[in-house]
């Protein structure tokens, strides 16, 4: 969704862009703050819980002093490149963005190399000691390139691996779970055969039992004669006397 000039009267409760001073766009499903562009006197922008995928229309508000982009689309600290030139930038709200990645040190140092004026980031206060390392610690961070492009959006640097933002602000569908998952799913569900351990086997004292048991009954096998069973001594069938 496209912040309009619309919207942004109507909230900032303002008759022209350019007077702008403070706007609140929480969870508004924007995609396009293009507009921010048309807003000189901007000075504090609330943006979190959306689908922004670029700082580069807030680098015409120089008169920025407090930015909140929690749980957005930024791909990469190469964005940060856009808020170099904002001299009176004190509070950046970035936490839950893929461009936070799988080291919170090294995120905060880079963003404090590359912003050393932040007074808070990410609600926490920035001391002089973390500034100094981030000198060292940081990485220094260049324009992001724009040259790839799809369906007319930017290319993003790199696939958004390190933070899943669909599972953490929508629920699951079920029918999306891959097939893997599902073969398991259906294995946990399915009746399994009892352990082997809950039919202990017969000894062989009890196999005799139950064949002396049958010869005395005078069962035989349907259609045949009787068997000798291998564990009945062989005294009862006369074995015995037979010359060897």
């Known amino acids: 969704m496209k912040l309009t000039r619309k919207m942004v009267l109507s909230r900032a409760k303002a008759s022209e862009l350019h007077n702008v001073r403070k706007l609140n766009c929480w969870g508004s499903r924007l995609t396009d703050i293009s507009i921010c562009r048309e807003m000189p006197s901007l000075e504090v922008i609330t943006l979190s819980v959306n689908s922004i995928s670029t700082l580069e229309p807030v680098s015409r508000c120089r008169q920025l002093s ?16 856009y808020l170099k030139g904002l001299p009176r930038l004190r509070v950046l709200w970035l936490a839950e963005n893929p461009c936070c990645g799988a080291c919170p040190h090294l995120y905060r140092m880079t963003v404090l190399r590359n912003l050393p004026h932040l007074q808070k980031l990410d609600n926490q206060t920035v001391t002089e000691e973390e500034v100094s390392r981030a000198l060292t610690e940081g ?14 959006l930017p290319e993003l640097p790199y696939a958004l691996s390190t933070v899943d933002t ?3 602000e929508t ?17 946990q569900l399915s009746p399994k055969p009892p352990p082997r351990d809950r039919f202990p086997s017969f000894s062989q004292r009890e196999a005799a039992s139950s064949c002396r048991s049958r010869v ?9 004669p009787l068997l000798p069973c291998p564990h009945v001594d062989a005294t009862r069938w006369g074995l015995g006397d037979r010359d060897t």
Do not use: C, H, M, W
């Open 171 to 187: 629920p699951q569908d079920p029918l999306s779970l891959r097939e893997s998952e599902a073969s398991s799913i259906q294995g």
């Open 216 to 224: 005395s009954e005078g069962a035989a096998p349907a259609g045949g």
């Open 139 to 152: 990485e220094e961070v260049t324009a992001p390139s724009r040259e790839d492009t799809r369906n007319g």
């Open 66 to 81: 407090e930015l909140y982009l929690r749980k957005n689309r930024i791909p990469s600290l190469a964005e940060l490149f």
């Open 166 to 168: 669909a599972a953490t």
